[in-house]
């Protein structure tokens, strides 16, 4: 599916039932030349932490591990800082072990805001540590994305973006296909002056087939380069998986 839409470089999000091949989606991503550019990773060094890096060994794969965890324990911002870097200090060293970089993805609260991620990053001390912004959990962030996107970019390994409509994440619309969000144009517009060149990420993060959202998302990121680019963009794309 992937190769057929034109993607050569993908992200693994899985559950634990998927954990028994994802050793075989390797060998298929490697035969069809499809980079892992990242893999959704415990806060932990678990059971299901292991056999991730297992693989990852196996195949000498060099990715990102995006980790999320919950707020730290801590009753002040040192506190909090110190017990985050004490959860994702022996990730990270695991990670450089292979060769491989650890993401901090903003997931909601304490630990999902920005200035704390930088915050965590700086206190950690390790080359191999930055984060992953994903818009799609940042509707809090709107009003200050510029800002903070200035905050995070010499950190950034990757970008995730979304359809983005403010307070969506209340109302239903929290994963949209781009093109349809009214700060879409906003959103990238900020990317784009921010002077960030790296890579853009797209989801399949719905109940949607996964093929047809992939294709909504391509269909309106073209749209909105057309008119970010001064052009005419001509009538918006016609959605598969959105009315």
Not at 102 to 118: D, K, R, S
Not at 142 to 147: C, E, Q, V
Not at 180 to 185: N, S, V
Not at 224 to 240: C, D, F, M, S
Request: some cysteine; glycine content about 10%.
């Amino acid at each position: 599916m992937l190769k057929k839409i034109g993607f050569k470089n993908y992200a693994y999000d899985w559950r634990a039932e998927h954990l028994p091949t994802f050793d075989e989606e390797v060998g298929l991503l490697k035969k069809a030349k499809i980079e892992l550019t990242a893999v959704w990773f415990p806060a932990n060094l678990g059971p299901d932490a292991q056999k991730l890096l297992e693989v990852i060994k196996k195949h000498d794969i060099k990715t990102q591990l995006w980790v999320t965890m919950g707020d730290p324990a801590g009753k002040d911002q040192v506190a909090k800082v110190e017990s985050a870097v004490k959860v994702l200090k022996p990730i990270a060293e695991e990670a450089a072990k292979c060769g491989c970089k650890l993401a901090l993805y903003n997931h909601g609260g304490w630990f999902g805001e920005p200035e704390n991620q930088v915050a965590i990053i700086d206190a950690l001390k390790l080359k191999n540590v930055g984060i992953v912004y994903n818009l799609h959990h940042g509707h809090d962030h709107f009003d200050r994305f510029p800002a903070l996107l200035k905050l995070m970019k010499p950190h950034l390994f990757a970008l995730n973006i979304n359809g983005s409509t403010k307070g969506g994440d209340k109302v239903g619309k929290k994963i949209l296909p781009l093109g349809t969000g009214e700060l879409d144009l906003t959103v990238l517009r900020d990317i784009r002056d921010s002077g960030y060149s790296g890579p853009i990420g797209i989801l399949g993060h719905t109940q949607d087939d996964a093929a047809e959202r992939l294709a909504d998302n391509l269909d309106g990121l073209g749209w909105l380069r057309r008119e970010l680019a001064g052009k005419e963009p001509g009538p918006r794309p016609t959605y598969r998986t959105w009315k």
